[in-house]
């Protein structure tokens, strides 16, 4: 045991009462404990997985006049209370609410999903609606091309249509000219036809033959008309054709070709040979077959010229042959 006289009187009482020397055991029963000036609580600390303490509660806030208990918790320490009313305060959900607010949150529901729904159909519509949409941005566009080129061919109408127009003015124009000259034309004929009876033109003689030998004008031979007395006053025949010449091309080809070298003439005729198989056409520098002369073989075409080689040739045969025969 302890040795007791190093102790005050409680200190060897604990002792004695407590040989480890550690804590004083007492039993403790409605104890209230507080400084000697009554002016500080002692705070006590319990170990909670080694000390227990018992607690009451108060039927009364005073903690007098009423009843204690011993607050009452369950298996997990979990205080109970008891719901001594029922009743809500202002504004609270009660059940009908609930059951109110559940219907509301249901109708919801089937709302959202059938929005969902919605959704997801007009997510479709809308990609018909693009496809449809770029289908017809694309006939729009074709439409805009066709328009384009229609209004290219419009501009090229209207300008063949403004060069009609200046070429009937051209006409218009030319046409008054004619109409001019038609009338023109028109009344000499009229002059004419009053001049003409049958076949026979009328002469009115509006003054006498003049007297004497005054010349009236050449007179043509004119077998069986009387023309008067004529005295002859020379014999000397007028100029002729002092001789003749001849020659040909053996080798007319298919382009126009003079002739025969320069020889001066007054008269030439000109024939296709016999032996031909085309055609000869006689004309100026240019002939061709489409303005020339045309002579088949054995054919003869004659002129009044001053040189033979003023005479062009072509042949629709190559090497044709053309004979001549000229006259000074």
Known sequence: MADAHKYSVQEALNIVL?????????????????????????????DKAEDSMLMFSHTVKTGSGGTSYVPLVDSDGHLQVDALSSALPSGAATAANQ??????????????????????????????????????????????TLITSTNSKIDTFDAVLDNILTKNTE?????????????????????????????????????????GSAAIGKLAANSGVDIGDVDVTSNVQPAGFGSIGHGNNADVGTSAEVLASSQACKHIDVMAAIANTGIIYVGGSGVTAANGIGLYAGDVYSLDIDNVNDVYVVASVNGEDVQYVYYN
């Open 18 to 46: 407590n040989t480890a020397e550690d804590a004083l055991k007492v039993d403790i029963d409605n104890v209230t404990l507080k400084t000697e000036g009554s002016d500080i609580n002692i705070e006590v600390h319990t």
């Open 99 to 144: 059951s109110t607010i559940i219907g509301h949150v249901d109708g919801l529901e089937t709302l959202l999903t059938a929005a969902n729904v919605d959704h997801a159909a007009n997510e479709v519509l809308l990609g018909t609606i693009d496809e449809d949409t770029n289908a017809i941005k694309g006939h729009v566009d074709g439409i805009e």
């Open 171 to 211: 006409i218009d124009a030319v046409l008054d000219t004619i109409k001019v000259d038609t009338e023109a034309i028109e009344t000499a004929v009229e002059l004419l036809d009053n001049a003409i009876s049958g076949s026979e033109m009328q002469v009115d003689v509006v003054g006498s033959l003049p007297a």
